[in-house]
């Protein structure tokens, strides 16, 4: 089974790399793919280039078995759509399962994001959110497809695509926007992401 996480990493941080580790455990994916945005649609264009955040997040999951990084998105030109992303891969992998790996606030979004009805027809749904996370006040389409797709966990192995799990993650208040802001005002940002990004965002003099 493999799992998708996708973003513009910007700079990828433990926000990302902690719940990313307990969905490759708690659900044994063979593998987990991070996947970089070139152009992502619903917000500002990332501040490090592409070839910068590509080689952050080789840095970050370097000598963790189970992780990857896909660069697919940073090959095809124009804006970076998730369901493009899944039709491709599901073209390569045939009726291998397919887990989309969201936090909960992107799930809360998924109903504007481009040809998002595609998705569920693509790849599983796994949704990592923080303890207590109910799944209430979503939008009505999202409520209606989380009503109709729900399934435990196990159940993601017995079919390639249409599930959506919930997956209780430890929640780390860390962002991308914080870190940038941090470097921005001349301060430390040590023990918000993995050392050798620290490293190579000081530098490559990011973010500044």
Known sequence: ???IFGGTFDPV?????R?????LETLALDELRFVPAARPNLRDAPMASPEQRLAMLRLAVA????????????????????ADTLASLREEIGERPLCLILGSDAFARLHRW???ERIPRLAHIVVAHRPGWDGQDLAAPLEALLAARECAPEALRQRPAGGITRLSVTPLDISATRIRELRGQG??????LPEAVRQYIHEHRLYT
Do not use: C, K, N, T
């Open 1 to 3: 089974m493999l799992g």
């Open 13 to 17: 941080h433990f926000g990302h790399l």
């Open 19 to 23: 719940p990313a580790l307990e969905a």
């Open 63 to 82: 000598g963790q078995p189970g992780f990857a990084v896909d660069a697919r998105e940073l090959a095809r030109p124009g804006v970076s759509y998730m």
């Open 114 to 116: 481009h040809a998002w």
């Open 187 to 192: 301060r430390e940002i040590r023990y918000l």
